[in-house]
């Protein structure tokens, strides 16, 4: 396959690349060039932000693109100016209306597009617009509505802390919220990736929900505890009181990830993901995931963008022992 990679610069398109190569494609990333692309794909340096930006590009027949794109301008710009034979977008969980239900299936209300992503927050409404542009205008191609996405790579840290932390305990015990039955689901980086070239070598048609089998947030953290070897003991804390102490739930700093203190968004990471299974989709054990992310998280140069520092810590404990 001539395969085209709008992106490889970055975690998951670089992702695709790397196991596209490996599958015996000939693999163009285009892409600024933010970061190197994989040995063996090569990189076309343009900016989807110009209105012809993928000019160097367009004069070839790809028998697939796949787009790691949010923004529904440069997805407008690829369907225009692109020749291709099938169309593979990674799309979001973020692009349905409610998250307060277990597992929705891909026919469930989506919220409403927006036509240009100017505010990161309308993020799933800028995907819902993204899709509707690459199912109008390709004849065939696979519309894959990730979740949260783990593995070697997650620059975000919000699948690497757990392991990270019981690696490196500040104390005798690891802080977490205290939702232990907190609905839990990821997708390990790689089997993503291979699903979607999987789907642009099969030209799979249709729209699928991507991500690993449903647990929870105390499975995750003994997973966590285990795959570091780790003697400290769980410690689990009211939200409330970690709020009070200036820790959020999800991700950035000072944070505690993989839950939301939020009922609205209880189901928010889990997905029904028969139909992508169905079409081939394989996902590893988390053990694995959280392992080789714990590899990654140990060699990582750059600052983690989710969790607590030992300094942040060491201080919410104080506080909770002293209250
Ligand atoms: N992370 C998650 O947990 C999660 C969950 C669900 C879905 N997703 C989806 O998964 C995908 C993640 O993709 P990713 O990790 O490969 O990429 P990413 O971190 O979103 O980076 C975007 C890619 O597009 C390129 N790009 C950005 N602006 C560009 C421009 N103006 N012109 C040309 N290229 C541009 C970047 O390369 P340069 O900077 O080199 O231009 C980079 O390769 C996204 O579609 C995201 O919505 C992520």
């Given at each position: 396959m001539d395969l085209l990679v709008l992106g490889g610069t970055a975690f998951l398109g670089r992702a695709v690349a790397t196991e596209a190569v490996a599958r015996g494609h000939r693999v163009v990333c285009a892409a600024r060039g933010s970061a190197p692309v994989p040995d063996g794909a090569s990189l076309v340096r343009l900016d989807r932000d110009h209105d012809r930006g993928l000019a160097p590009v367009v004069d070839h027949s790809w028998d697939a693109v796949v787009d790691v794109t949010r923004t529904p301008r440069h997805t407008e710009r690829a369907v225009r100016d692109l020749t291709t034979q099938h169309h593979v977008l990674v799309s979001t969980g973020n692009v349905y209306a409610r998250f307060d239900r277990p597992e929705q299936s891909e026919d469930a209300a989506l919220c409403a597009p927006v036509d240009d992503l100017d505010d990161i927050s309308d993020y799933g409404r800028g995907k819902v617009a993204c899709e509707s542009l690459v199912r109008a205008a390709s004849a065939t191609s696979t519309v894959v509505r990730s979740g949260?996405?783990?593995?070697?790579?997650?620059?975000?840290?919000?699948?690497?802390?757990?392991?990270?932390?019981?690696?490196?305990?500040?104390?005798?015990?690891?802080?977490?919220?205290?939702?232990?039955?907190?609905?839990?689901?990821?997708?390990?980086?790689?089997?993503?990736?291979?699903?979607?070239?999987?789907?642009?070598?099969?030209?799979?048609?249709?729209?699928?929900?991507?991500?690993?089998?449903?647990?929870?947030?105390?499975?995750?953290?003994?997973?966590?505890?285990?795959?570091?070897?780790?003697?400290?003991?769980?410690?689990?804390?009211?939200?409330?009181?970690?709020?009070?102490?200036?820790?959020?739930?999800?991700?950035?700093?000072?944070?505690?990830?993989?839950?939301?203190?939020?009922?609205?968004?209880?189901?928010?990471?889990?997905?029904?993901?028969?139909?992508?299974?169905?079409a081939g989709l394989v996902t590893r054990p988390l053990a694995d995931t959280l392992a080789r992310t714990l590899a990654y998280e140990e060699r990582r140069t750059e600052p983690r963008l989710a969790g607590l520092t030992d300094p942040d810590e060491i201080r919410v404990r104080a506080a909770l022992d002293a209250a």
């Open positions: 949260l996405i783990g593995g070697p790579g997650d620059t975000s840290g919000r699948s690497g802390y757990y392991p990270w932390r019981f690696a490196h305990p500040t104390g005798a015990d690891v802080l977490l919220p205290a939702v232990p039955d907190f609905p839990v689901a990821l997708i390990d980086v790689e089997d993503l990736a291979r699903w979607l070239v999987l789907a642009a070598e099969r030209r799979i048609d249709g729209t699928f929900n991507a991500t690993g089998r449903t647990t929870t947030l105390a499975e995750v953290v003994r997973l966590a505890a285990d795959v570091a070897g780790s003697d400290a003991t769980p410690r689990w804390v009211d939200p409330a009181e970690l709020e009070r102490l200036g820790v959020a739930a999800w991700m950035g700093p000072t944070s505690l990830p993989l839950w939301i203190d939020d009922p609205a968004w209880r189901w928010f990471a889990t997905m029904d993901t028969v139909a992508a299974r169905t």
